[in-house]
Nanobody, 116 residues
């Protein structure tokens, strides 16, 4: 059974930093790209960054380029999202996501709140 468990969310001040983690199990982690997707209150899902299975290729939503960094540790089956210079607009529930070509998998989400 695929499981994705996020952690690391919380309340941070404008301009602060947080590091999110997503622990994965139940599949061949290093073979799959991983993404972080967020959803702000009253808004739709917004893909943020993606990293390929080997960890060598990343893509980012333009709005977070230079502030967010996605990385992964394939020995620990964990993907990370380092978020710096946070803005109130970054406040959302952040979900870890992967896709096996047939079914998307999601974690339960972790809340990020940014105070202005």
């Amino acid at each position: 059974e695929v499981q994705l468990v996020e952690s690391g969310g919380g309340l941070v001040q404008f301009g602060g930093s947080l590091r999110l983690s997503c622990a994965a199990s139940g599949f061949s982690f290093g073979s799959y790209a991983m993404s972080w997707v967020r959803q702000a209150p009253g808004k739709g899902l917004e893909w943020v960054p993606r990293i390929n299975g080997g960890g060598f290729s990343t893509t980012y939503l333009d709005y977070v380029k230079g502030r967010f960094t996605i990385s992964r540790d394939n020995f620990k089956n964990t993907v990370y999202l380092q978020m710096n210079r946070l803005k109130p607009e970054d406040a959302a529930v952040y979900y870890c996501n992967t896709y096996d070509g047939v079914v998307p998998y999601w974690g339960q989400g972790t809340q990020v709140t940014v105070s202005s």
